[in-house]
């Protein structure tokens, strides 16, 4: 048996702060043994390892893959314009409770859950779970979140099948997504793609979603992403990234737009 801790911050590359160096991402504690994984703290979801499948062969990370556009920025709004899509799951959980089995033949499984710390009647507990298959090139599986609350209206539940493989040329991956908040129902789709040449891969990736209010058509959105690195080394990198997107309101009429450029350097000590 071992014991386990993960602390994990945020840095602003732009301006070099670092949130009043709080670890806001990670903070956990653990032990790990032939039962598997506990993990207790502020820790990423059972449902988000699922998740994040879906892009893992597309340049941008899930905060910045064209389904983020498909989830409005978040659920509130695009360049202050309202989108009738079900809002974005939080992919993250405070006082949380996370078991990660064994592997068995290929297959895990995961379950966490989210302590509310809000006094009652308030109920904002978070809930996932994930079933999860590696072998060879291939990583997939399910996974489901519920996001509780007091108001019927704003209780949120996600569900997404997520898969990826690696073809030694070339590497892909997806995963189709549903959200329910209140009447509103969303789902749609990612795909994206690497190819690496030499010290260079190419991304490419695309992603679709469509949600409904009371059986009414509410929103519509897709997003492109491109980019592009190159490996200087085995431990720096150059990057470019270029991703375009819109939404449209139930009636077809586009209501935002959404442009994202990045170049950098990346070196990991």
Not at 183 to 199: K, L, Q
């Amino acid at each position: 048996m071992s014991a386990i801790f993960q602390l994990e911050g945020a840095l602003n590359v732009d301006n070099g702060t670092a949130n009043g160096f709080r670890f806001d991402r990670v903070s956990i504690v653990g032990l790990q043994a032939g039962f598997g994984t506990v993990k207790l703290g502020r820790h990423d979801t059972s449902f988000d390892d699922i998740r994040d499948i879906t892009v893992s062969s597309a340049l941008w990370d899930s905060e910045f893959s064209p389904t983020k556009i498909a989830y409005a920025n978040g659920g509130a709004a695009i360049g202050g314009v309202a989108v009738g899509h079900a809002a974005d799951y939080s992919s993250r959980a405070d006082n949380q409770i996370r078991y990660e089995s064994p592997n068995f033949g290929g297959f895990t499984a995961g379950v966490s859950y989210g302590l509310d710390e809000q006094a009652a009647p308030i109920k904002r507990d978070v809930t996932a779970f994930n079933l999860r298959y590696r072998a060879g090139g291939l990583d997939a599986g399910p996974g489901y979140q519920e996001q509780d609350n007091e108001v019927a209206a704003s209780k949120r539940e996600y569900t997404t099948l997520a898969a990826a493989y690696n073809f030694g040329a070339f590497r892909v991956s997806g995963g189709y997504n549903m959200a329910e908040q209140g009447a509103i129902e969303s789902d749609g789709f990612v795909i994206g793609a690497n190819m690496p040449m030499g010290p260079w891969d190419f991304s490419v990736a695309y992603a679709y979603n469509k949600s409904e209010n009371a059986g009414v058509d509410s929103a519509k959105s897709k997003g492109l992403s491109l980019g592009a690195t190159y490996s200087m080394s085995k431990r720096t990198r150059l990057y470019a990234a270029y991703l375009t997107g819109d939404a449209e309101n139930g009636a077809g009429t586009e209501i935002a737009e959404r442009r994202l450029y990045a170049v950098g350097v990346r070196h990991d000590f």
